[in-house]
T-cell receptor, first 112, second 116 residues
Framework: KNQVEQSPQSLIILEGKNCTLQ??????????LRWYKQDTGRGPVSLTI?????NTKSNGRYTATLDADTKQSSLHITASQLSDSASYIC???????????FGKGTTLSVSS | GAVVSQHPSWVICKSGTSVKIECRSL??????MFWYRQFPKQSLMLMAT?????????EQGVEKDKFLINHASLTLSTLTVTSAHPEDSSFYIC????????????FGPGTRLTVT
């Protein structure tokens, strides 16, 4: 069964600190993997999208890594800010014509 | 970046009434639009996929007669929740793809539906 598992479920860090969120998937065949940020009561906003041939991709303070062999991805947030408090969702796209498969997300709280 | 809007952003309706939610792609033509539902602290759940000019494809367990989807143009899709019940209260999110070869799927800001 195609699944996307994220860890931790929730995370609390101090402003200015770094953190890393994990995503494991069993989706096969694999087309691409995305990380989205979703603020409470808002729609998801794309952070990165990677195909199987890409190992890392950055978007400002966000850096995503992908290991297609082990089917693992991580999202690293550098120098966290209060505005980073949100749910971060790992999403995997299988073969063409199939729906996106969503993880349950990691809820990040950045405190001052 | 591509922008997808939704209207209304929130709506409260009485049980038994119908509610229409609009999803618009503002700066690109959306060949395919998707409708999701999200319950509190849960991930997005795909309800249906709609392509412009054709009937929507519904996911298993989603009642097509209850959730009417119309994708009449390349920039507009509508979701109508018919005979709404309190259990239909949820956060409804649409997304769109341009079909230009880009894999990106752009999400709308969501519509909060509360059925009393």
């Amino acid at each position: 069964k195609n699944q996307v598992e994220q860890s931790p479920q929730s995370l609390i860090i101090l402003e200015g600190k770094n953190c890393t969120l994990q995503c494991n998937y069993t989706v096969s065949p694999f087309s691409n993997l995305r990380w989205y940020k979703q603020d409470t009561g808002r729609g998801p906003v794309s952070l990165t999208i990677m195909t199987f041939s890409e190992n890392t991709k950055s978007n400002g303070r966000y850096t995503a890594t992908l290991d297609a062999d082990t089917k693992q991805s991580s999202l690293h947030i550098t120098a966290s800010q209060l505005s980073d408090s949100a749910s971060y969702i790992c999403v995997v796209k299988g073969q063409a014509g199939t729906a996106l498969i969503f993880g349950k997300g990691t809820t990040l709280s950045v405190s001052s | 970046g591509a922008v997808v809007s939704q209207h209304p952003s929130w709506v409260i309706c009485k049980s038994g009434t119908s509610v229409k939610i609009e999803c618009r792609s503002l700066d690109f033509q959306a060949t395919t639009m998707f409708w999701y539902r999200q319950f509190p602290k849960q991930s997005l759940m795909l309800m249906a996929t709609s392509n412009e000019g054709s009937k929507a494809t519904y996911e298993q367990g989603v009642e097509k007669d209850k959730f009417l989807i119309n994708h009449a143009s390349l920039t507009l899709s509508t979701l109508t929740v018919t005979s709404a019940h309190p259990e239909d209260s949820s956060f409804y999110i649409c997304s769109a793809t341009s079909g230009t070869g880009s894999p990106e799927e752009y999400f709308g800001p969501g519509t909060r539906l509360t059925v009393t």
